[in-house]
């Protein structure tokens, strides 16, 4: 059965830094891109983050262009994003999936940047 956790959100003030982790099982993680997406309240869940399945390509949404980084450790099934300097705008809950979104979504992490 295909299955997506995700963890590391929290509080943190603004200019803060967190790493959000996802782990994975239910699929050959190393065959398919994988992505970070986010949902803030009130908007559609929108692609912050992409990266192939080798981990040699990337792509990042504007806003978080330079201060967030994707990366994942196909030898864990593991996926991870690095994300700093963070501001209000960013406060929404992160799922990581499959970049072609085949599968169940998991729970996803609350992400809150506030002072």
């Known amino acids: 059965q295909v299955q997506f956790v995700e963890s590391g959100g929290g509080l943190v003030q603004p200019g803060g830094s967190l790493t959000l982790s996802c782990t994975t099982s239910?699929?050959?993680?190393?065959?398919?891109?994988m992505a970070w997406y986010r949902q803030a309240p009130g908007e559609q869940r929108q692609l912050v983050a992409s990266?192939?399945?080798?981990?040699?390509?990337?792509w990042y949404t504007g806003p978080v262009k330079g201060r967030f980084t994707i990366a994942r450790d196909n030898a864990k099934n593991t996926m991870h994003l690095q994300m700093n300097n963070l501001q209000p705008e960013d406060t929404a809950v992160y799922y990581c999936?499959?970049?072609?979104?085949?599968?169940?979504w998991g729970q996803g992490t609350q992400v809150t940047v506030s002072s």
């Open positions: 239910g699929f050959t993680f190393e065959v398919y891109a």
């Open positions: 990266i192939t399945n080798n981990g040699f390509e990337t």
């Open positions: 999936h499959r970049l072609d979104k085949i599968g169940p």
